[in-house]
């Protein structure tokens, strides 16, 4: 009997022991994938970081938000690809998710719970890089910050014509000295609510002492062009018309489009000014803002486009300018991508003829801006005629009027009216939409507009949404600056005094 009870025991622990040796191996190989994972995202984040420009600043902080975004264009594809959702709803709900940690964290118990895990990881991070002395993942510090946040910045919220505003008011209720003020075109065009844009817009109402008229203009592709212009066109006139009815300077009106907000900011620009010079009792607006602007889709192999592209590809590339246009058509898919990036969107005369040079021609580049990163300068045409995809003329019928019309392409007005109104231009080095906005502002200039033109170098798309708190970016910050400086002293200068 003891020996039967004995060799159980035996039995149970060399079973116990073939159990824990299995355990143990796993745990290993668990750890040496960790590990492994651990050395390829690394490595590949190293090699994301080595190549931006050497002397870029906050690289690694950079590097980090390209990849981020990276990460979640990605995701969207994969979702779309194994028939999950659109890529377009998985980015929005990413988009709309991390808003929601950031700006709304007073929701529920869970929310506080994630963002207090992600404060607490981003402490860690900190102390990590203060023990090392680094500065490429440390929060920046406002305690001293040049820019207020607007925390006290007043919201109303009303509809205009059926589309929904919010007026945002940093002065007391009790001031009923009329304000200047600025209608806000976000950028995107197929995404974004008030949410995202909240913070932003408080800074802009604080640092620029104005009414700012946040518009929830329709999205595309859903609601398809014109839907987004005539909505931001709707509230732009109802400001104009009513401004005594808000405490706004009538005077003193202006419009601000974002990146892909641009083409319809400058859309609606053209329009007010043309209106203004055919009866001069029509009102005017009294500037133009554009922020790194995305302002055509005739030409994507301009200069800015070849060199920039791989850059910061999570942020913005080629591909999505494209995508871009085909979602704000209405159109869904990427049929027709290709044909955009190959320029075979357009009628071969159109591409060849003197108006096309007139219109967006790299003369209107300076010299430093004409060659692509190679030092090649880039061709506007393109001559192969091999590409069978959807055949050339399918794609020019389909997309050609788009492009050709002046309320989709502000590209296409060639006389601009001289009623157009100072504008103030926005444009990174980096960015692959530079040279639109380059383009823009030197043929409004030789149309007679006054033009504020201001470059930052080291900028990349977008950068200005980093402008504060624990994301700031030193380049974003700066753009903000001296954006309000500027447009503070213009709005609120009393002689309308030109400035260089």
């Known amino acids: 009997m003891a020996e039967s009870c004995v060799s159980d025991i035996q039995t149970s622990l060399i079973k116990h022991e073939s159990v824990s040796g299995s355990k143990n191996h796993i745990s290993r190989t668990l750890l040496i994938c960790y590990f492994v994972g651990f050395l390829i995202i690394s490595g590949h984040f190293y090699s994301e970081s080595m190549r931006k420009p050497d002397d870029m600043p906050q690289r690694f902080k950079v590097t980090m938000i390209d990849q981020m975004c990276q990460m979640v264009l990605q995701t969207a594809k994969l979702c779309e690809n194994i028939g999950f959702a659109h890529q377009l709803n998985v980015t929005r709900g990413f988009f709309e998710s991390m808003t929601g940690l950031l700006c709304i964290c007073d929701e529920s118990p869970i929310t506080h719970s994630i963002v207090y895990v992600v404060k607490s990881i981003s402490s860690l991070v900190t102390h990590f890089c203060d023990t090392l002395q680094l500065d490429f993942c440390r929060p920046a510090t406002d305690d001293n910050d040049d820019l207020a946040v607007g925390d006290d910045v007043r919201t109303v919220d009303d509809n205009f014509d059926g589309v929904p505003v919010r007026f945002y008011r940093p002065y007391p209720e009790s001031d009923t000295t009329p304000k200047p003020a600025i209608v806000y075109i976000h950028g ?136 871009f246009w085909i979602w704000y058509m209405g159109l869904d898919g990427d049929d027709y991508v290709t044909a955009i990036l190959q320029g075979r969107h357009l009628p071969e005369e159109f591409r060849r003829s003197e108006r096309y040079q007139k219109i967006i021609g790299h003369d209107l580049l300076p010299d430093v801006f004409r060659t692509d990163i190679s030092g090649n300068i880039p061709t506007t045409i393109n001559t192969n005629r091999n590409w069978t995809e959807h055949g050339e003329d399918d794609a020019v019928e389909k997309l050609a009027p788009y492009f050709l019309n002046p309320k989709f392409s502000p590209f296409m007005v060639e006389n601009i009216s001289p009623h157009h109104p100072h504008t103030l231009i926005i444009t990174s080095g980096l960015d692959i939409l530079r040279d639109d906005g380059v383009i823009y502002a030197n043929r409004l200039r030789r149309a007679g507009v006054q033009v504020w033109w201001r470059h930052f170098e080291k900028g990349f798309h977008s950068c200005n949404a980093y402008w504060h708190g624990m994301i700031k970016i030193e380049i974003g910050h700066q753009i903000q600056k001296e954006t309000v400086d500027l447009v503070r002293s213009y709005l609120h200068e009393p002689n309308d005094r030109i400035y260089s």
Not at 199 to 224: C, D, F, K, Q
Not at 240 to 254: G, V, W
Not at 285 to 313: A, C, E, V
């Open 188 to 323: 995107a065009v197929v995404m974004g609510t008030i949410d995202v844009w909240d913070s932003l817009i408080r800074m802009y109402a604080a640092n620029i002492n104005a009414t700012i008229v946040y518009v929830e203009y329709r999205w595309a592709p859903e609601h398809g062009f014109p839907a987004p212009l005539d909505d931001c066109m709707a509230v732009t006139r109802w400001v104009l018309k009513n401004a005594h009815h808000y405490q706004i300077d009538p005077n003193s009106i202006s419009i601000q489009g974002d990146s892909a907000g641009a083409v319809i900011a400058a859309v609606i620009t053209q329009t007010i000014a043309q209106e203004h010079q055919d009866d001069s009792r029509n009102p005017e607006l009294k500037m133009l803002i554009l922020m790194m602007p995305l302002l055509q889709g005739l030409d994507l192999n301009l200069p800015s486009h070849n060199s920039n592209n791989d850059l910061f590809s999570g942020v913005l590339s080629k591909l999505l300018v494209a995508k």
